[in-house]
């Protein structure tokens, strides 16, 4: 079973910033905190992950709540190409093992 | 683009025949993966294979269902007696067996059975 938790749903305005929340309150401490997002009719894409810093990259920033229990997923900028299912996940980094994805939360990103 | 191909993208069967669908994997990925996703919930793992090796096999995986990777390559799943509740749409992700463990995703294939 998914050990995170997300709201099933969330709109944001277009060119403002979609704040993404996850709780993952049982979470390891050789756990990491992964994000992927699904687009319709596509597979999912993996956007960032991170361990207790917060990361940033091309796509978006993490940040992970100094006790690990809770996260945020942050798009600065939305745009309608962001609509998507998003998915919060704790896996061990370097385990390879098979992503285990709750419902996420479906963000429509809006004109 | 040389990303995670599936192939077909839809098939439509009835009830009671045999299906395979194939995934070819990113060239320099040695595990690859399988999930189900069904209408409105995530992706479900079902098994994976790092080279030929079949490494985990999901409870999900009925004795209906088996996957080959036979050269390390590209991979098959095949369906045998479908049933109506198998009607889904079937990912295959590829990716290195070291790294972050990111895993790329093919766009699927979705089974309707009727």
């Known amino acids: 079973d998914a050990k995170t938790t997300q709201p099933p749903s969330m709109d944001c305005a277009e060119g403002r910033a979609a704040n993404l929340p996850c709780n993952h309150s049982t979470i390891s401490g050789n756990e990491y905190v992964y994000w992927y997002r699904q687009i319709h009719s596509q597979g999912p894409q993996y956007i960032i992950h991170g361990l207790k810093n917060n990361e940033t990259n091309e796509m978006a920033s993490l940040i992970i709540t100094e006790d690990r229990k809770s996260s945020t997923l942050i798009l600065p900028h939305a745009t309608l190409r962001d609509t998507a299912v998003y998915y919060c996940i704790v896996r061990v980094e370097f385990g390879n093992t098979p992503l285990v994805f709750g419902k996420g939360t479906r963000l429509s990103v809006i004109a | 683009d040389t990303g995670v191909s599936q192939d077909p993208r839809h098939k439509i069967t009835k009830r009671g025949q045999n299906v395979t669908f194939r995934c070819d994997p990113i060239?320099?990925?040695?595990?690859l993966y399988w999930y189900r996703q069904t209408l409105g919930q995530g992706p479900e793992f079902l098994t994976y294979f790092q080279n030929e090796a079949q490494l985990e096999k999901s409870r999900l995986l009925s004795d209906r269902f088996s996957a080959e990777r036979p050269k390390g390559s590209f991979s098959t799943l095949e369906i045998q007696r479908t049933e109506q509740g198998d009607s889904a749409m079937y990912l295959c992700?590829?990716?290195?067996?070291?790294?972050?463990?990111?895993?790329?995703f093919g766009p699927g294939t979705r089974l309707t059975v009727t």
């Open positions: 060239s320099e990925h040695n595990r």
């Open positions: 992700a590829s990716s290195r067996a070291t790294g972050i463990g990111e895993q790329y």
